[in-house]
């Protein structure tokens, strides 16, 4: 199994008691084919960076809208932090 550390995880809820949602800023880097009119055409290759260090990056609510630092367990798994607002 390998996972005999892992306490059992529970994704993390807002105090209303819906589910928190990661609420990221990404960059997407886009490589394109150029077109015979030299244009930007169809996407080749998209990649998607994001990291803790952007400027958005916590945990909100879908329903009452708190927002939340993002925090980690034992195991680097995703739980809620402070409440921001
Ligand atoms: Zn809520």
Known sequence: MGKKDMSKYYK???TCGALLV??????WNCIRRITQ??????????QTNWD???PT???SC??????YNVDYDD???I???EKIN
Do not use: H, V, W, Y
């Open 12 to 14: 993390p809820k807002c």
């Open 22 to 27: 990661l609420n990221t800023q990404e960059i």
């Open 37 to 46: 009119d030299g244009d930007a055409g169809n996407l080749i290759q998209r």
């Open 52 to 54: 803790e260090d952007m």
């Open 57 to 59: 990056f916590n945990l």
């Open 62 to 67: 879908p329903k009452c809208d708190k927002r």
């Open 75 to 77: 195991s680097n798994r």
């Open 79 to 81: 739980i809620r932090g």
